[in-house]
């Protein structure tokens, strides 16, 4: 074709180069970029548009007000549920990261022995849903009931409470430790397609094993490091919980939790917690912001070429069994004392500490008691669906809308950037409640359906995918891709055979992350079901709220094990389908 | 499709004809005043490429030298097409591939061109024969076609017993071949060849070099060539051009730029030479030129726009300035000065002298036999073809740059 069009008729070639790539190549990447704005920005108009609104009661329609925003600005809480939310956020982020490198460090980067367990044990935390963790640690840990408590002031013989988890560094600390896999599994992702040269190279120069460490390792992964730090700091503004269930019986309030009360009050001040949204959204756009300037220095930090590439481990000697044991001692703080005190507790029938007295009332009611729920079956399914399709659609939208912003030079490109962070600022309760509202108004038919579920976790959790890609994505050479269209390779051929493949290992933890965060979501949900459309973790709260905790702690360990499968299965699929690194 | 039929295979016929056919081949490749910029990350326009032109004919391999920064690189991406070039125009055996005139710009998919990557881009998810077969495989090759070429070809550059080889576990020369065999495999119009040698060692690198030589005549393929390595280009290049700050500053075989350097960049940046600041004081017959300078008077070959009382750099390269312990007898468009040694290196093939004549310092590459003593007096002699007068737009440097002298130097001895 191109050969029947040289010199006499040059305008049709181009034409059809045109058409053809409108065809393939911008069709593709134009449905992910739609469907995103539409995503980010909607839930965002109808949350601006609430937040100047009176609350709609029977008798009053709701009319224009900007006294929202004065009891948000200027009542005298204003201050203190700032500082709270920050000193919150930023304790949490920075616990988080710092455990979460530390540990990514010493398995990715170092010969501890073990290293293929302990990264299958470092995803187990995240399949203890947040509201168990809470929970677990309540039991282990508040002043009365905790067992900690009750085992050190037995042993000590006194009345003195040791570990009080209803304070700020106790709710900082429940949180960052229910974070921290994340922070793992983000710097696991940086260190592994690092070039190993770089540090070898540190090495000869001479370096110490730390030096390198905190010289090299870490500063060519603080791109990914800051996104992380971000992403933690984001999420701990967002978190609903801690701050509910540890902030709140003792007044420490902070943003989500002010929202949920503005919520449940009479007449629901849903303006109210719109204005407080909004503040939390400039909060965190400023993260975003830096986040995406970030990315655009990225380039100079692409490590992995076409060149040799196989990460070798640095020599720990005799502290890799040091190492060896930190690992073991994270995984009882963040999985094996919550998970066997909720195995404890289920065992009951009426929720007691751990005595020789109560071990002679062990029953198995309580499971019996969930499995006759009647609507567990639907629940479960329900649960399982969503999270399925969540997971594969944020990962392709993830996947194309990533590539647009690291790969292409189309100008405006951080807009699509921000769009697709833009949910990130919507705390879940928030986020819930626009869509709630966009769909009550839109009248697509998705209202009261599992689909509306669905949208929500798509948007919710979109941002996660996107960023997990990116940061494989800022690390594969372009090169790579412009062989492929010098060979003759299409847009969609070299997307499909060059860029998915050298992505598997960030799509599939992605994979894995979503599909996991997608069956513990709580706080959109608990907006957006209706009867026949429950999912698992609404039912645990309900159990919680009705005060049923030997029947919820049953749940809990049968979610647990559930989820514990789902982990062990993506982790097979891994390590057969990834690309094989040693 | 396209292309293919144009050219033979083999290179058996090719050979004989080759060498006098030269001015009537038709250009496979032209580039017309190609312009590219773009605007870097930090919102200033990177002026890469400035008026870039250049034809290269048929089976010839076209080189473009520079120093980093000097745009030769994104002429290359814009041929490609994976740059999209600002204006000009750029023509394949007739078919233009981009031209800013009349909106044409073929995507890099459908040029058909082959290119090696500095990189390599070896794909690290598929072997050796995934990656040479992937070009076939995008163009639905038949099967047991796609497996004839491609170890047609693997065979070619010598990596047939490595074809179920995991490309990761390939050395930094299979690399680079097996580059080139992905390059090679779809029999493309115009083969572009990114600094392949650069991530090389230097024994490799020259063995890959005599071996990309040996295909690239054997198989006549037309190639563009990028690198900052003179010694490279001298070698591989029928024909090179020499690019600074986005400018083509000369084209020529490569014994032309070698030999008649049309600026002091390029005399500085293809080999060592010797600069020599001066004025011209007369034109002679023949394109020379003789030039006063603080070491005496030159007699020089004058490149273009030379003119009497203009101030001029002599270019002479080492190998040029022969050396003798007794007076030669001055020839015709011959230069002979009376020096002392300053300082020699015995580099085993070769001595290198560095001789001075008054405070200007000459380096000379001596043959090893000459055992003049430091600060002994030894005789310069330079061939006015030799040496080469361009403008300049500078005050006179009285003395040679490689060595390094304080620049006032006003003694002017006359031998």
Redesign the interface.
Known sequence: ???A???GS??P??NV?FWQ?LDSKWVLIGVPIALVCWLSLVPLVFLLWQSFLTPQTASRPAVFTLENYGTAYLSAETFRLFFNSVQFAAGTAIFALCLGTALAWMNERTNTPFKRLFFALSLIPLVIPGILFVVSWIMLASPKIGILNVWLQWLFNTDEVFINIYTMPGMIFVEGLHYSPMAFLLMTAAFRSMDPSLEESALMSGASILQIAWKITLKLAWPAAAGALLILLVRALESFEVPALLGLPVGIQVYTSAIYQAIHQYPSQIGLAAAYAITLLMITGVGIYLQSRLA??GSRFST???????PRTVDLGRWRYFTASLFILYFVVIVLLPFLVLVWSSLQRFYSPPSWAALSRVSLDSYRAVLDYPQFWSTVRNSLFLSFTTATTVMLIGAIVSWVIVRT?IPGRWVLDNLASMPLVFPGLVLGLSIMICYLYIDIGVYGTIWILLIAYVTRFLPYGSRYVSTSMLQI?K??E??????????A??FR??VL??L?PGLLAGWIYVLIVSIRELSSSILLYSPGTEVVSIMIWELWQNGQYVELSALGVMLIILLFCLVMIAQLLGKRFG?SES | ???RDKRGHDGGEAGASEKKREIEETAVLKVKSLFTE?AS?NGTVVKAAQDVSFEVPEGKLFTLLGPSGCGKTTTLRSI???ERPTSGEIEVS???VY?SS??????????????V?????????MNVFQNVA??LE??KVAKQQMRDRVMRVLNAVQLDHLVDREA???S?GQ?QRL?LA??LV?EPQLL?LDEPLS?LDAKLRDRMRTELKRLQRELNLTTIYVTHDQSEALALSHEIAVMSDGFIKQVGTPRQIYETPNSQFVADFVGTTNFIGGTVTALESGGRCLVSSPMGEIRAHAADGVVKNSTVIVSVRPEDVELSEQAPAAADGETIIRATVHHKDFLGEYLDFQVKVGDVVLQSRAHPSLRTPTGDPIYVRMKADKCVAIPSAMPPKSVNESANKSPNENTIRPN
């Not at chain 1, 992995?304 to 196989?310: E, I, P, S």
């Not at chain 2, 990557?117 to 690290?124: E, H, K, L, N, V």
């Open positions: 074709m191109a050969e069009v040289t010199r040059p305008l070639e181009a180069a790539r655009y220095h992995v070429t076409g060149k040799g590439f196989r030079k050479h090169e790579l412009e062989s492929a269209a010098m060979s003759g390779a299409s847009w051929m070299t055979r060059v493949p050298l598997k690309i | 499709m396209d292309g773009y990350d490609a097409g994976l007739g078919r233009a031209s009349r909106g044409i710009f073929v995507a890099p998919n459908k040029r058909n061109f082959g290119m990557f500095q990189s390599y881009a070896i794909w690290p998810h992937f070009p995008v163009r990761t576990k390939l930094g690399q580059a992905r390059a779809m572009l991530n």
